[in-house]
């Protein structure tokens, strides 16, 4: 069964950096075709795709947010990270992680972790 | 970038009708589609992949159709819980897009 849960700061202030970790089982990011991806989801919202990482570390970023994310994975510790940098109050939303694959062509998210709000303010 | 449209944004029905929801890509995804449930306070869950299999576990009240830029989601008789918000989204090319959601209330 896979499970994915996300962590970090709840609360940032305005410029701030955001790191966040999806620790994840049953699955190992050092198997081929397996990825992780972040997708967020402001109050209200609809879902906007941030990031992806593979098993062999390719690394792909939504091109509107590219200058401001940074996705890394620990293998070892069966995480993923994401890093924002200089967040916004528009940044504020529920941010989840999730498992995806490829296997020559590019897949759904399934399943997702429960989420996390993380609200920008001073 | 792909841009996916669904209609209607929202959808008053009851128990026992029949729904449909539709997502239209800018440009021709093929069958590279996945239609997703999420309830309140809840993350999203996957229906649907490939445009029109269904994932296990899902009850077959839920149909997928469509390639190429037009799809739906047909539920067929709609239960109680099926009332949700329904997201669709692309996963042919980066970036992953999704559509604005479909929010499906009791009537």
């Known amino acids: 069964q896979i499970t994915l849960k996300e962590s970090g700061r709840t609360l940032v202030k305005p410029t701030q950096t955001l790191t966040l970790t999806c620790t994840f089982s049953?699955?190992?990011?050092?198997?081929?075709?397996?990825?992780v991806g972040w997708i967020r989801q402001p109050p209200g919202k609809a879902l906007e795709w941030l990031a992806v990482?593979?098993?062999?570390?390719?690394?792909r970023y939504s091109p509107s947010l590219k200058s401001r994310l940074t996705i890394t994975k620990d293998t070892s510790k069966n995480q993923v990270v994401l890093t924002m940098t200089n967040m916004d109050p528009v940044d504020t939303a529920t941010y989840y992680c999730?498992?995806?694959?490829?296997?020559?062509?590019?897949?759904?998210?399934?399943?997702w972790g429960q989420g996390t709000l993380v609200t920008v303010s001073s | 970038a792909i841009q996916l449209t669904q209609s209607p944004s929202s959808l008053s029905a009851s128990v026992g009708d029949r729904v449909t929801i539709t997502c239209r890509a800018s440009?021709?995804?093929?069958?590279?589609l996945a239609w997703y449930q999420q309830k309140p306070g809840k993350a999203p869950n996957i229906l649907i992949y490939?445009?029109?299999s269904l994932e296990s576990g899902v009850p077959s009240r839920f149909r997928g159709s469509g390639s190429g830029t037009e799809f739906t989601l047909t539920i067929s008789s709609l239960q109680p819980e099926d009332f949700a918000t329904y997201y669709c989204?692309?996963?042919?090319?980066?970036?992953?897009?999704f559509g604005q959601g479909t929010k499906l209330e009791i009537k």
């Open positions: 989204q692309q996963f042919n090319s980066y970036p992953y897009s």
């Open positions: 440009q021709g995804i093929s069958s590279a």
């Open positions: 999730a498992h995806t694959s490829w296997f020559g062509e590019l897949s759904w998210f399934d399943p």
């Open positions: 049953g699955f190992s990011l050092s198997t081929r075709g397996v990825g």
């Open positions: 490939d445009a029109s």
């Open positions: 990482i593979y098993w062999d570390d390719d690394k």
